[in-house]
């Protein structure tokens, strides 16, 4: 029998995600963890021996969004959570000369949580909906020069996060973005970050299991002061950043 509450986690083999399935599991919830990875995702279900009733494990590629109808509809339960954690990234000066690399930034990162997202909201049927979480970054605050095409995507995802919070508000349906800083996982590791600006990954996955109704959620302090100095900065100013 499935459990009062179902999350449905999109994007789950991320180490964000990981963490998040942790706690849900912990509170008593069903979590659908839905990947391309999906041995990844049994192996560490495995080590942490999650009890089968407790996950269930599916396919999911943001990028193939011909497929998200179906595998919507083949969900064994309705969701009352969703979180969108998929996450892909190249450098700038990459993105710059490879529009593989980019245009797979804004499928993973935008059109893919778009496509799928859409799907979800629109059934009416599911009387279920409560929550949902999208995990998006400092990166799109702001227009910098270093990151700005990895930022346009975070930029668009946020303010479609937005636009979807008015329109759920009648359905009572909550939605928050998670606005996070540096993250200290397998997709920044090859970037030279100052060390003592990442945040764990089970800090900011506790920031989305205990999200309550803010819209921007800024994890840690020191990123709160950051993107209030970003938003405020003016122009002249923020070309001067890297």
Request: glycine residues 6%; positive net charge; proline residues 4%.
């Amino acid at each position: 029998m499935v459990p009062t509450t179902t999350v449905l986690l999109l994007g789950a083999n991320s180490d964000v995600a990981k963490e998040c399935i942790k706690r849900y599991i912990k509170k008593g919830y069903f979590v659908i963890a839905a990947s391309r990875s999906t041995v990844a995702l049994e192996t560490f279900a495995a080590a942490n021996n999650f009890p089968n009733t407790s996950l269930d494990i599916r396919y999911f590629d943001a990028t193939a969004f011909q497929d998200h109808e179906a595998f919507y509809d083949a969900l064994p339960a309705k969701p009352h959570i969703v979180v969108y954690a998929a996450g892909f990234q190249v450098t700038n000066d990459q993105a710059l000369v490879d529009w593989d690399g980019s245009h797979r930034m804004i499928q993973v990162l935008y059109a893919g949580a778009v496509s799928i997202l859409n799907r979800i909201v629109m059934d009416k049927d599911n009387s279920n909906l409560q929550r949902i979480v999208g995990l998006s970054s400092l990166a799109g605050v702001r227009g910098r020069k270093s990151n700005f095409i990895y930022g346009s995507t975070k930029a668009a995802f946020t303010q479609y996060l937005a636009g979807l919070r008015q329109y759920l508000s009648s359905r009572h349906v909550t939605v928050n973005a998670i606005v996070a800083g540096y993250i200290d996982t397998k997709l920044t590791a090859h970037l030279d970050l100052p060390r003592n600006l990442l945040l764990q990954p089970g800090y900011i996955a506790d920031a989305v299991v205990n999200a309550g109704s803010r819209f921007i959620i800024v994890p840690g302090w020191k990123w709160k002061l950051i993107y209030r100095v970003l938003k405020s900065l003016p122009e002249g100013l923020v070309a001067k950043l890297p």
